[in-house]
């Protein structure tokens, strides 16, 4: 039996980087929500007292020199420069490790995100042309990926994270192109000098990155000061968020940095010394990437402090008939709620359409053509960005008609793609699955394709969904996985279940032991009669322990404790580490599903959810011609 304390997992812990964002962010968009639904509160009671708040001045002096704002400044050009932070977080996560590390698979969000953002603005300026507000062609760019992905969650929960994850995509060039447009066309008149000072303090940022410096206090303070030069120029520092998370790097943790995070934990437990427990830390901490450290420390408070905080002191409108009227009759409102209603949709569809055709079936949706439309009805969703074009091209009754109207956008996303989405799931079995998925094209992360004559299967060989796990008979989260993966196997006739050794040597000491006796039984073709044992007695894998299970399973006990001895199958073992290593896999268990890295939980719905997944997906059914007991 195994320990008590080994058959329970924190599975939120198991959550993959793409979907803690997703988690995070469709929740913070709630908080979103009803930060603005307080502001409108607010300022329709004492609108007064709304205004008063957040006129009120701060000033920060050093000496001679020093900076004064309004409340509303600091919160908008300020607090708002993490927001953009955490999204350059987040695309340089995508580019390094998710979507965006197969290049050609930018192309297609690149150019639906494009269409999202070109046709709002040609309606907008088609409707303002000759008037003053045409300056304000901006407040019609931009989506808001937080509330786009909380209204795909409350109008899409059944709906495949492809879906999400191209919104996500989508977002991000959104959010990149509606950075430069501010710091370009809604920016004040440019001071060079200071600009010069702000571009100089960001190439010491990028030395000191240069160098591998990692104490974060250099980057803060290099980047406020840069933050003030970019103020002093003319140029919304925001953009300095967005450049700050872009340069930072995100990478799987390396074997080698956990061994030695490994190697002083047990220096600490043999010696227990505030300097080894301040290694130990650091330790740790070099073990992960930076890009995910700084995610899991501003992502929450971007997304439950910083982004309703921007909406308490912006979204509030005094709401009237009288305004009401003039947000559905005036250009202003007009060119807002057509170019985000009509354009947003139709840009990312035919934009995308248009490319599809144009490469003759080369480049296609990685999601299908009802998911395209959806996500462009999802972007209809528009306000930080939005917001904050319209109170720098606007005032007075203008601002209010545009706000009026960005908040209009939000239950008109929600209603919009409940209908698509609606009425895609009224469709016939296959010819839904093809609208919801499409022919995608998948990126494959796992480095060795699975070979029928050398890995150890279970399963149909036919089988179109395909799971390998990298796993290490003495990891205790190997031991739980194990009988999920027996209720997968039972549940689901078409899944085959490939095993490979990573043997964790630095923690488990028998796992080399254990991973040799493993193939030293499959030599006499009990391989999963073995694998089977070794998960059933973890706490005990010695040699003679080993030795003993061989007899019980009737094997040739003086061949096998030979095989041992002599480490025959240790270069069979050291083949799938060198695979593990080729795919970047550092720990276990790991799983693969379809050559597709499996970054979430593994309990049995979270597994059963992306075996689904890729079942829809397969295309073909994976090649055959294995022994089942190999």
């Not at 058959?7 to 964002?21: D, I, K, L």
């Not at 912006?314 to 009288?322: C, H, R, S």
């Not at 060119?335 to 949709?345: E, H």
């Not at 009669?529 to 706490?539: P, S, V």
Request: glycine share 6%; charged share 20%.
């Amino acid at each position: 039996m195994r320990p008590r304390a080994w058959q329970r997992t924190e599975w939120h812990e198991r959550a993959s980087p793409v979907r803690r964002f997703l988690e995070t962010q469709t929740a913070g968009a709630a908080a979103l929500a009803g930060a603005a639904i307080v502001a409108l509160v607010w300022a329709n009671l004492d609108h007064t007292s709304y205004e008063a708040v957040f006129a009120t001045p701060l000033s920060i002096q050093f000496g001679d020199a020093g900076t004064a704002l309004s409340l509303h400044e600091w919160i908008n050009s300020g607090l708002m420069t993490f927001f953009f932070f955490v999204v350059g977080l987040e695309a340089r996560r995508e580019f390094d490790l998710g979507e965006f590390r197969q290049r050609r698979l930018i192309v297609v969000p690149l150019v639906a995100g494009a269409g999202a953002m070109l046709v709002p603005v040609l309606i907008f300026s088609l409707i303002n042309l000759g008037e003053e507000s045409s300056r304000a062609w901006g407040t019609a760019l931009s989506t808001d990926t937080a509330l786009a992905l909380g209204v795909l969650a409350l109008v899409g929960r059944r709906l495949p994270t492809p879906v999400r994850i191209f919104v996500l995509t989508m977002s991000v060039v959104d959010d990149f192109v509606a950075l430069f447009v501010i710091a370009v066309f809604y920016s004040h008149a440019v001071q060079v000098k200071a600009l010069l000072v702000a571009l100089a303090i960001f190439l010491v940022i990028l030395g000191v990155r240069a160098l591998k410096v990692h104490v974060g206090l250099v980057y803060f303070l290099l980047a406020v000061a840069c933050w003030f030069a970019l103020l002093e120029s003319g140029i919304d520092p925001i953009v300095l968020g967005l450049a700050m998370g872009m340069i930072t790097y995100a990478y799987p943790a390396p074997r080698e940095r956990l061994e030695r995070a490994s190697d002083l934990f047990r220096r600490f437990r043999e010696q227990p010394t505030p300097q080894l427990a301040r290694s130990v830390r650091l330790g740790v901490a070099a073990s992960v990437s930076p890009n995910d450290r700084l995610q899991l420390l501003y992502h929450p408070w971007v997304s439950y402090v910083i982004v309703p905080l921007f909406a308490l002191a912006n979204a509030g409108v005094v709401l009237t008939g009288e305004a009401l009227v003039r947000v559905v009759t005036s250009p202003i409102g007009l060119g807002i709620l057509l170019g985000l209603v009509l354009g947003k949709p139709l840009g990312t569809l035919g934009l995308t359409w248009v490319l599809a055709v144009a490469a003759r079936g080369r480049v296609t949706p990685p999601v299908g053509w009802a998911s395209v439309l959806g996500s462009g009805t999802v972007s209809i969703a528009a306000f930080t960005v939005s917001l904050l074009i319209a109170r720098i091209a606007l005032q007075g009754e203008d601002l209010e008609v545009a706000t009026i109207a960005i908040l209009a956008s939000i239950p008109l996303a929600a209603l919009l793609t409940w209908i698509v989405f609606l009425v895609t799931n009224r469709l016939p079995k296959q010819l839904r699955r093809r609208a919801l998925y499409g022919n995608p094209n998948l990126i494959t992360d796992l480095a060795v394709p699975v070979d029928p004559e050398r890995d150890h299967i279970r399963g149909p060989m036919d089988a179109p969904v395909t799971v390998v796990e990298y796993g290490d008979f003495e990891c205790p989260h190997c031991g739980q996985a194990e009988p999920v993966i027996r209720e997968l196997l039972a549940d689901y006739g078409d899944v085959r279940y490939v095993w490979r050794h990573l043997p964790l040597t630095d923690v488990h000491p028998h796992a080399q032991l254990a991973a040799e006796a493993a193939e030293a039984a499959a030599a006499q073709g009990a391989f999963w009669a073995m694998h089977d044992r070794l998960f059933q007695h973890q706490d005990a894998l010695t040699m003679a322990d080993l030795v003993r299970y061989a007899d019980q399973l009737g094997l040739d006990v003086e061949a096998f404790e030979r095989d041992l001895r002599e480490r025959t199958h240790a270069d069979r073992v050291a083949a799938d580490l060198e695979s593990a290593d080729l795919s970047s896999v550092s720990g276990t268990p790991t799983f693969f599903i379809n050559g597709r890295r499996h970054h979430g939980a593994y309990d049995i719905t979270a597994l059963k959810s992306a075996v689904r997944l890729a079942r829809a997906l397969a295309r073909e059914p994976s090649p055959s011609g294995a022994q089942n007991d190999r």
